[in-house]
T-cell receptor
């Protein structure tokens, strides 16, 4: 069982559609980060959210950290083929000494 | 380009062998993290070093060890290799010790154990 569960696991949509990816845990995280990874490459940091309830926008991407700091979401507006990739949430728990990555959401945007 | 370099890019070896993976962090970053990524386990945190000292341990096997040198580069040693150790191994660096701060990942080393 992974500490950070993401849903959906796979998502295939048409260009221009909107989508939301969820990252959930039963543990409290001191912060959560979102990364995007392309095949054969390392994850690239998109954003860090620190405060419960925080919302951050990065162009067409909107990130939200849950009030209880146990969950987060990533919303993409008007998806483009360049958004294709594996999206990963990640973070350190409040009490633990480790850094956890989510199970991942593989997004494919069809032109 | 994240500024983190990893060598080699690919490594093919046999079961029972030992290999060393190398990572150079971004200029100025003091923290180095190692991760293993496989299809069935996803991205798993192995170990973190900060300025030469071990800071945190994750799901790292006893057959694996790491160190960070005075020039801040790090090496991950994998011994008595098994087929199940085949995976992508990533190194990441961060300017700070706290794991809440962003990490910058290298391109990875793909290890194949035959």
């Amino acid at each position: 069982t992974q500490l950070l569960e993401q849903s959906p696991q796979f998502l295939s949509i048409q260009e221009g559609e909107n989508l939301t990816v969820y990252c959930n845990s039963s543990s409290v995280f001191s912060s959560l980060q979102w990364y995007r990874q392309e095949p054969g490459e390392g994850p690239v940091l998109l954003v860090t959210v620190v405060t419960g309830g925080e919302v951050k926008k990065l162009k067409r991407l909107t990130f939200q950290f849950g009030d209880a700091r146990k969950d987060s979401s990533l919303h993409i507006t008007a998806a483009q083929p360049g958004d294709t990739g594996l999206y990963l949430c990640a973070g350190p728990t409040n009490t633990g000494n480790q850094f956890y990555f989510g199970t991942g959401t593989s997004l494919t945007v069809i032109p | 380009d994240s500024g983190v370099t990893q060598t080699p890019k690919h490594l093919i070896t046999a079961t029972g062998q030992r290999v060393t993976l190398r990572c150079s962090p971004r200029s100025g970053d003091l923290s180095v993290y190692w991760y293993q990524q496989s299809l069935d386990q996803g991205l798993q945190f192995l170990i973190q070093y900060y300025n030469g000292e071990e800071r945190a341990k994750g799901n790292i096997l006893e057959r694996f060890s790491a160190q960070q040198f005075p020039d801040l580069h790090s090496e991950l040693n994998l011994s008595s290799l098994e087929l199940g150790d085949s995976a992508l191994y990533f190194c990441a660096s961060s300017p700070r010790d706290r794991r809440s701060y962003e990490q910058y990942f290298g391109p990875g080393t793909r290890l194949t154990v035959t």
